[in-house]
């Protein structure tokens, strides 16, 4: 649920931009990465699943291992 006090906002990215709303969530935990306060956009635009970025990923770091896929 969007709060009514959530702030107006417009993303910018690869599909161009976008209006939104921006609000931060009391937690949120994928994998082992679990994150406290963190601020989410809701956009206009539907694209079917979420889009999480670099306010989730930002100080997290990962390898990928092709021989183990």
Same mark, same amino acid.
């Given at each position: 649920? =969007? /709060?009514? +006090?959530?702030? *107006?906002? =417009?993303? %910018?990215?690869?599909?161009?931009? @976008? $209006?939104?709303?921006?609000? /931060?969530?009391?937690? @949120?935990?994928?994998? $082992? ?5 963190? $601020?989410? *956009? =809701? =956009?206009? #635009?539907?694209?079917?699943? /979420? ?6 990923? %930002? +100080?997290?770091?990962?390898?990928? +291992? +092709? #021989?183990?896929?």
């Amino acid at each position: 649920t =969007v /709060p009514a +006090d959530a702030e *107006t906002e =417009v993303t %910018h990215g690869v599909g161009g931009a @976008m $209006p939104g709303l921006r609000f /931060p969530i009391s937690r @949120m935990r994928l994998g $082992p990465i679990d994150k406290s306060g963190i $601020p989410v *956009t =809701v =956009v206009e #635009q539907n694209f079917g699943e /979420p889009l999480l970025g670099q306010a989730f990923f %930002h +100080d997290y770091q990962y390898t990928i +291992d +092709d #021989q183990r896929s």
